[in-house]
Structures are given as C-alpha cells and as structure tokens.
Nanobody, 121 residues
Framework: QVRLVESGGGLVQAGGSLRLSCAASGNIFSINDMDWYRQAPGKQRELVAT???????YYASAVKGRFTGTRDNAKNTVALQMNSLKTEDTAVYYC???????????????WGQGTQVTVSS
C-alpha cells in the first residue's frame, strides 16, 4: 500500500508563485508515473501535469509555461512549481501515483488527500 501526502498549498496573489510537494510512503515496491490533478468546486477534476519515472513531463495547455513538475525518485517525491499564478488556478490540487504497494501487487493509482491553492486577484 502506498500513501501520498501533498503539502505547500495556500493563499497567494495573482502573479505569485507556490511550490507544491507530494511525498509517497508506505510499502512501495515501485512507482511509475506521478501526476498532479486539480479540482475546483463544481468542476471536474483535471489533469495538470504528469512526470514519468524517467523524468519526462507533460502539461495541460492551461498551465504550460507556468508550471514545472519535478521528481526525486530517491526520496519518492514530486513537486509542482507554480509561477505566474492566475485566479483560475484556484483549486484543490491532488497528486497521484501509478505504483505497486508490493512486489506481487498490481499497479494501482493512488491518490493524496489534496492541498488547497487559492489565488486572489
């Protein structure tokens, strides 16, 4: 079983920056892709960024050029550096991981509890 915990959310003024972190713990056998999602109230959860095990990144068009995902495999962490924040970036941000919680366990998508990001005008 894998546990994910996000941190770093908060209140920031438009144009400012925040750095989110996500730490994986538990009985980790392997982690493949790690993702950042976000969800605003009344809206569907959307994929923001993907960071592969090899460090390749993919971004939603809405955040491309402003957000940067990084990964530290040795520490089982991922981060999302968010710059030039806009009010429309306001959401709960979640990290997820495609991971195995044991050597004989199937790959499963795990989710963190989320961290609130609020961008004020």
């Amino acid at each position: 079983q894998v546990r994910l915990v996000e941190s770093g959310g908060g209140l920031v003024q438009a144009g400012g920056s925040l750095r989110l972190s996500c730490a994986a713990s538990g009985n980790i056998f392997s982690i493949n892709d790690m993702d950042w999602y976000r969800q605003a109230p009344g809206k569907q959860r959307e994929l923001v960024a993907t960071i592969t095990s090899g460090g390749d990144t993919y971004y939603a068009s809405a955040v491309k050029g402003r957000f940067t995902g990084t990964r530290d495999n040795a520490k089982n962490t991922v981060a999302l550096q968010m710059n030039s924040l806009k009010t429309e970036d306001t959401a709960v941000y979640y990290c997820s991981a495609d991971a195995k919680g044991g050597r004989d366990s199937p790959t499963f998508q795990y989710w963190g509890q989320g961290t609130q990001v609020t961008v004020s005008s």
